[in-house]
């Protein structure tokens, strides 16, 4: 088969072939390996590419299966790591000069998952230094560049995985999404991506951000593929207090008539582009064409989320890296005569401006004097926040919005303007203070022909429910028949 042909296959087409013995893991991995050799250096989407392992790792797959092995459908399929997600001997820098020779002791939860599957990891990719970001701009090392237009941003701040899956140098990707990382990327870079429930995947091994929303999830070429990576990655761990015991059923027989899709108008604001718009109404004509009932549902609290995530993430943020202190972990300065200036200055070099920012933010936003007017009060917008969503999923399956504003933006445009980057999270946000599943499907692009994604919001544990929905979409767009 040739390179070309092996770079388009999805994961359920990959892992017919290997299964077939047509192709062999070997084969698979050598394209990808190559063709980040050959693209990576325009793109950016690695940080670490692990040649080697993943070449051993294929080699054992196909001895495996050679020898009549019972193996899983991912076993030989090559996939990228997100830089925030610990991998036993190999470097997870977090995208931050702290960590740029940490070497973690052991894999995280979804990594001994994969590994016991007999996925290939190629590599660890780029981000916003601890995930804190919506462009891959604020990785310590480089700037990731969006595949279908090297002068604009991948997004962030899982930019790198995004990147790797739309730019063929892996199958899919793990990213992790604290206010919007994988969705927001996916949808600049033209994949899927899906954030699932709040403790539906261990956290175990995931360097913290912002603990009560941190979620692991995956990227990847289509929502059949992203559905057969969670189902493997999901489920119950004692090493992470917050993982659920209730498990997630990835199977849903819902037809898109049956489907109830809620629209809420206070998404619709001004400020959206007008191309985006566009292809969200095309979605939602689409859905109606099928027989699915649209309602206008409200979320009056959702003019103070992206403020509430804000102070929260930060809050969090600032004691989760109090830990990076120069003593234990990572970087430490050479210059210092005494332990604050030990702290004081490992932490000044270390730290990126935007974690610098967050850190300080967050420090404000907790501190006595201003705890019940920063803090408490945004703790109080995230419950209502929550008991609106409660509201509307009495009446709907899913909701269906913008993931972004826009689409991807030029490299540099937002640079100087923290302000005007936090907006683009303005509708990812409150699945993340809601603890909800929410999933970015391509839709669509618009006039320099860069893609749209929708997104779609679903009740607690309600991913298949947005996989199948998700997949209507993407018959559409491909010109299919449901
Ligand atoms: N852009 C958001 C932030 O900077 C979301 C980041 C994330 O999901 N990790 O906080």
Redesign the pocket.
Known sequence: MKKSELLSLNLLEASELLNKKEISSKELTTAYLENIEENDCKIGAYITVTSDLALQTAEKIDTMRVNGENLSPLAGIPFSVKDNICTKGIKTTCASEFLRDFTPVYDAHVIERLKNFGAVMLGKTNM?EF????SNENSAFHITKNPRDFERVAG??SGGSAASVAGKEALFSLG??????IR?PSSFCGAVGMKPTYGAVSRYGLVA?ASSFDQIGVISRNAADNAAILDVISGWDCRDSTSSKQSLNLSCDITAEKLKIGIVREFFADGIDEDVLNCIQNAIEFYKKCGASIDYVSLPSIKSALWAY?II?SAEASSNLARFDGVRYGRRDENYSSIEELYKNSRTNGFGEEVKRRIMTGTFALSAGYYENYYKKAQRIREKIKSEFEEIFKKCDVIISPVCPTTAFKIGEYRDNPEQM?L??IY?VPA?LAGLPAISVPFGTDRDNLPVGIQLIGRPFGEAVLYKSASFLEKEACGDDI
């Open positions: 916003d995930g804190m970001g919506s962030g701040s992790s999404d604290t206010g919007g990382s927001l951000f804000y993430s936090y683009s999270d990812t993340n």
